[in-house]
């Protein structure tokens, strides 16, 4: 998840309305300094995530053209 997915899952959970807009500022700015300080590690589990991700993809190509091996 990144830093704009995790404002959007948390406003959606949010009520919205005046008393709650100053502290959906803090939020993000929360979220802001957290993406921050662990970017990199986020980013290594992100390409990770993705290399796997390709792997399954060629695996099920592979199961498509050849059929399923045991």
């Known amino acids: 998840m ?3 997915q995790a404002k959007a899952t948390i406003r959606s959970r949010v009520v919205v309305n005046a008393q709650h807009i100053k502290s959906l ?3 993000d700015e929360v979220i802001d300094q957290l993406c921050d300080e662990h ?8 390409l990770k995530v993705e290399w796997l ?8 190509e592979f ?4 059929g399923e091996q045991p």
Do not use: F, G
């Not at 199961?63 to 050849?66: F, G, I, L, S």
């Open 53 to 60: 991700q390709e792997c399954i993809d060629k695996r099920n």
């Open 2 to 4: 990144n830093r704009e």
């Open 25 to 27: 500022h803090s939020v």
């Open 63 to 66: 199961d498509k053209k050849y």
């Open 39 to 46: 970017e990199d590690r986020m980013r290594e589990k992100d």
